[in-house]
């Protein structure tokens, strides 16, 4: 089966400081995937790139079989590759629900002529609506919909990212350390509900996470990034193995 | 004593209140909606005021067949003769002036939006600001529309009517019909599908980029309606004071706009209108005050901007988020979790329900 995201050789350079040199990886579909390194190895601009954040200098992007670097960020979303943020970015000063609704793609009543006559979007708008809806209440967000999202805790607004996420036509998801700043029991649910995710809509997640002891209980497949470069990968025992990773990480 | 024309005051304080609130309006969509701090708001509201004025005076001397330049004294003396004579070709040429205001001022609002992409959201407002203040010193010396002089013998759309009262009532009433016109225009569209995207670029626009929004594309939407609209706030300027001139489009203008949009509410197109109201008011007052007590030792007109500026921070200081703050974008799909904020509701009421005993029995007790 061909991988659903294809990394070809990607290198970025800012200014003189080499970020990424010949990266190359693929995730499946329906993979769990994680991706870790010390603080300043590249992770997240790795993401950046994949995400059309910042084209690459060198190197390809595939996303379900079509390249997809050089594409902006919201033609990437409308393929189906959906990103969080590690500092979640939401409209904190919109209610629940309208952050949910705001998201689909191509609403007919986004249209200036169209928007101020109910009748051409109310059918649109209550399909978005029911989804929404079904969906907050999957996530068990639905006591909050008429709540500004700065009023959340951590953990729901965590959620409420995914949520979102799923609002779209997404079917991979970047996660940039979904579980920072969570306790630790919850950082295991945020993640047995990622699987849970994974296996009840079909969705494939590339997770960059630093708490690795619990990373490694829930992902089929890593890859380790240090200075730009691929370090190591290999199933989640392999790679804890692993002298270069370990040495990565702790030192001498 | 000169006797106090209430009448003449109110409508005069209408039509002003008309076309600021049309303009703190516009102001809101852009600023208050989607984010874009717009302080060449005066810019679009001249080119407004300026393609007015010059096509119904090109239209009225050209049918007369005329072949002064606008700007001359012998067009002036011309237009005050032409203007009563054929009411229909008036009124039609207010109405062909204000679609041309809106949708020139909305086109230029809209390419606006081009080059300021290029220098980021951040310099979007200084950008506008010089382009407002390029196109007022251009005005200045651009002699096809009089340069500093400006032009002067705009037709009055019901300039056929004798009676100056019933003139001026016609024009404050239609007027204020278009004021509503374009509020209910403006409450339809920030209560669908667009007001939502609107506010989520407003809210945080990177994540609205990697949420698939166009976030360019939206923005100049915003622009062509909110440039246009202030095109038409121009149109009425021109016609309600007969004679406009570069001086009247200063910078100064667009704060007090902003002005008007802060002490409203900021995110609400009814507070856009309330705070253009007020501060209307003080200012149409300050000018009367004159009138009714001549001889007065402080002239109220020099006091004027620091009674609005008393204003603006009492209302900041007790409610921060202006008279009628920021609501929810109200579209139907609020039908649907009706049911679910009722059930949450109820459970609130559950959880207080032994609070309130206990106060109701020391309300009794007491």
């Known amino acids: 089966m061909a991988p659903i995201l294809k990394v070809v050789n990607v290198t970025k350079y800012f200014g003189g400081v080499r970020a990424l040199e010949d990266v190359s990886l693929d995730v499946e579909k329906r993979a769990m995937v994680g991706l870790i390194g010390p603080n300043g190895s590249g992770k997240t601009t790795l993401f950046n790139v994949i995400t059309g954040f910042y084209p690459p200098d060198r ?31 939401l409209f904190f000063n919109m209610s629940v629900w309208e952050n949910m609704l705001v998201i689909p793609q191509d609403q007919k009543g986004e249209s200036l002529l169209k928007a101020p006559f109910t009748r051409l979007w109310l059918n649109e708008e209550m399909e978005i ?66 699987r849970r995710l994974r296996d009840e809509y079909g969705l494939t997640f590339f997770i960059i996470e630093h708490r690795i002891e619990v990373l490694m209980d829930y992902v089929e497949y890593v890859y380790v990034l240090h200075n730009g470069r691929l370090l190591s990968q290999g199933t989640p025992e392999e790679v804890m193995r692993d002298p270069k990773v370990i040495h990565a990480y702790i030192g001498e | ?49 300026y393609v007015s004025a010059y096509v119904s005076m090109s239209i009225f001397l050209s049918l007369a067949g005329l072949n002064y330049p606008l700007y001359s004294l012998e067009a002036t003396m011309a237009m005050v003769k032409l203007a009563s004579q054929n009411p229909m070709l008036n009124v039609s040429v207010f109405i062909l002036t204000l679609i041309l205001a809106f949708l020139i001022a909305g086109a230029i609002g809209y390419v606006i939006m081009y080059p300021t992409l290029r220098v980021g959201p951040a310099f979007f407002g200084i950008t506008v600001l010089s382009f407002g203040e390029l196109l007022r010193i251009f005005l200045r010396h651009y002699e096809p529309t009089g340069a500093t002089y400006g032009l002067t013998g705009i037709p009055h759309p019901f300039a056929w009517i004798e009676d100056v ?44 980029l990697c949420m698939g929004k166009d976030v360019p594309k939206v923005k100049g939407k915003v622009l062509f309606i909110g440039s246009g609209m202030a095109g038409i706030a121009g149109c009425i300027l021109a016609y309600y004071i007969g004679s406009i001139n570069p001086n009247i489009f200063v910078p100064t203008v667009t704060f007090d706009v902003w002005a008007m949009m802060i002490l409203g509410g900021i995110g609400n197109n009814k507070g856009a209108i309330v705070g253009a109201g007020i501060i209307t008011l003080v200012d149409r007052a300050t000018a009367a005050i004159n009138f009714v007590f001549p001889g ?64 109701k029995w020391f309300l009794m007790g007491g």
């Open chain 2, 296 to 359: 007065l030792i402080i002239d109220p007109n020099f006091i004027r901007w620091m009674i609005i500026g008393l204003i603006i921070i009492l209302v900041l200081l007790f409610k921060p988020a202006g008279l009628i703050p920021q609501t929810y974008t109200w579209t139907p799909a609020w039908k649907i979790v009706k049911p679910l904020e009722e059930k949450a509701k109820r459970r609130r009421e559950k959880l207080l329900s032994p609070f309130k005993k206990i106060s």
């Open chain 2, 1 to 49: 004593m000169i006797t106090f024309d209430v009448i003449g005051f109110l409508l005069s304080w209408f039509t002003f209140f008309s076309i600021y609130a049309i303009l703190s309006m516009s102001l809101n969509l852009e600023v208050g909606y989607a984010g874009m701090a717009n302080f060449g708001k005066v810019a679009f509201y001249g080119i407004g005021a």
């Open chain 1, 59 to 89: 190197g390809e992007v595939y996303f379900k079989g079509r390249r997809i670097d050089g594409l902006n960020p919201n033609e990437i979303f409308k393929l189906g590759l959906v990103r969080t943020f590690q500092n979640p970015r």
């Open chain 1, 129 to 194: 609506a029911k989804k929404a809806s079904s969906l907050l209440k999957d996530f068990g967000l639905k006591d909050f919909v008429i709540n500004k999202v700065s009023d959340l805790s951590g953990a729901h607004i965590k959620l409420l990212e995914s949520a979102r996420g799923l609002m779209g036509k997404g079917e991979m998801f970047l996660l940039d350390e979904p579980a920072a700043g969570v306790a630790h029991t919850d950082a295991h649910k945020i993640f047995s509900f990622i």
């Open chain 2, 165 to 208: 009262f019933v003139k001026n009532l016609l024009f404050t009433s239609v007027t204020l019909i278009i004021l509503i016109l374009l509020f209910l225009y403006a409450q339809r569209l920030v209560n669908s599908p667009l007001g939502r995207t609107m506010l989520a670029i407003r809210e945080d626009e990177i994540a609205a």
